[in-house]
T-cell receptor, first 113, second 111 residues
Framework: EAGVAQSPRYKIIEKRQSVAFWCNPI?????LYWYQQILGQGPKLLIQ????????DSQLPKDRFSAERLKGVDSTLKIQPAKLEDSAVYLC???????????FGSGTRLTVV | SQKIEQNSEALNIQEGKTATLTCNYT??????LQWYRQDPGRGPVFLLL?????KEKRKERLKVTFDTTLKQSLFHITASQPADSATYLC??????????FGAGTTVTVRA
């Protein structure tokens, strides 16, 4: 089966600029997650969608981050304006939900300079 | 606050030996516990899920235990191979299915 697709793989921007990441989950997976992974740390959940509705966005910095999942399939995560501390890998994952493993994409490595 | 701790030191072992990784959690009562493997520049890959009523689970050369009294999970790689070199992430999962990750333990298997 095809995996979770993410783009771009790498992005370098200056602080205060905006950036967007795209994710295409595995077909049939109702649940989609965006995680932030800072170097040397484990992934931290930013937002969880069930179909096209938000289930959990409690750790999303809503003053600068936004995400949407149109038609319950693809999703985009946006940062505007970016800060230096946003430098991290942004991982998208999907699952059938419940007590099942997640399938992760390869991530987007963001560097804010 | 919830805390997940994995072996703070990287693990270096000889090929053929067993690697044992520890995951301890506090202020937490997960109903499930997942383990993932992460290679450099890649996303985590799901390996195993164990439920709170299961003491042990095996998959090929991997074995996971889950002790809810000690609040600990152990992850074993038996007959280790250089291809097992990676970072392994512990991920307790609550009964509302929210998944959190530890920082991971890096394993290097020497030929």
């Amino acid at each position: 089966e095809a995996g979770v697709a993410q783009s771009p793989r790498y992005k370098i921007i200056e602080k205060r600029q905006s950036v967007a990441f795209w994710c295409n989950p595995i077909s049939g997976h109702a649940t989609l997650y965006w995680y932030q992974q800072i170097l040397g740390q484990g992934p931290k959940l930013l937002i969880q969608f069930q179909n096209n509705g938000v289930v959990d966005d409690s750790q999303l910095p809503k003053d600068r981050f936004s995400a949407e999942r149109l038609k319950g399939v693809d999703s985009t995560l946006k940062i505007q304006p970016a800060k230096l501390e946003d430098s991290a890998v942004y991982l998208c994952a999907s699952s059938f939900g419940g007590a099942r493993g997640y399938t992760f994409g390869s991530g987007t490595r963001l560097t804010v300079v | 606050s919830q805390k997940i701790e994995q072996n703070s030191e990287a693990l270096n072992i000889q090929e053929g030996k067993t690697a044992t990784l520890t995951c301890n959690y506090t202020n937490y009562s997960p109903a499930y516990l997942q383990w993932y493997r992460q290679d450099p520049g890649r996303g985590p890959v799901f390996l195993l899920l164990i439920r709170e009523n299961e003491k042990e689970k095996r998959k090929e050369r991997l074995k996971v235990t889950f002790d809810t009294t000690l609040k600990q999970s152990l992850f074993h790689i038996t007959a280790s191979q250089p291809a097992d070199s990676a970072t392994y992430l512990c991920a307790p999962q609550r009964d509302d299915y929210k998944l959190s990750f530890g920082a991971g333990t890096t394993v290097t298997v020497r030929a």
